[in-house]
Nanobody, 126 residues
């Protein structure tokens, strides 16, 4: 079992920025591909971004491409989601997920992630 802990959510005005972090205490995070997902009230969970185990491959949903950046620091066992130019429609609970299977690019967006965090709330006011 891999415990994932998200942090960095909060309330921000439209156009602002937030950086989310996803950690796996006690785990060698470099062994896992990591994805970020989000779920807004009344909507289904949707894919946001993903990064391969090495960090060499990333993939983004069209809705966040050019505004969000996923990265990882395997030495710190942490994956980040830098969110810029935030919009009210980005408001959601953001979850990180991890899986030990190999993936690259689009494959990371459809990977059946085995481990999930509890989520962190992001609220963007207009």
């Amino acid at each position: 079992q891999v415990q994932l802990v998200e942090s960095g959510g909060g309330l921000v005005q439209a156009g602002g920025s937030l950086r989310l972090s996803c950690g796996a205490p006690g785990r060698t995070f470099s062994s896992y591909a990591v994805g970020w997902f989000r779920q807004a009230p009344g909507k289904e969970r949707e894919f946001v971004a993903a990064i391969s185990r090495s960090g060499g491959g990333t993939f983004y949903a069209d809705s966040v491409k050019g505004r969000f950046t996923i990265s990882r620091d395997n030495a710190k066992n942490t994956v980040y989601l830098q969110m810029n130019s935030l919009k009210p429609e980005d408001t959601a609970v953001y979850y990180c997920a991890a899986d030990s299977d190999y993936c690259s690019g689009y494959g990371c967006s459809i990977l059946r992630y085995d481990f999930w965090g509890r989520g962190t709330q992001v609220t963007v006011s207009s």
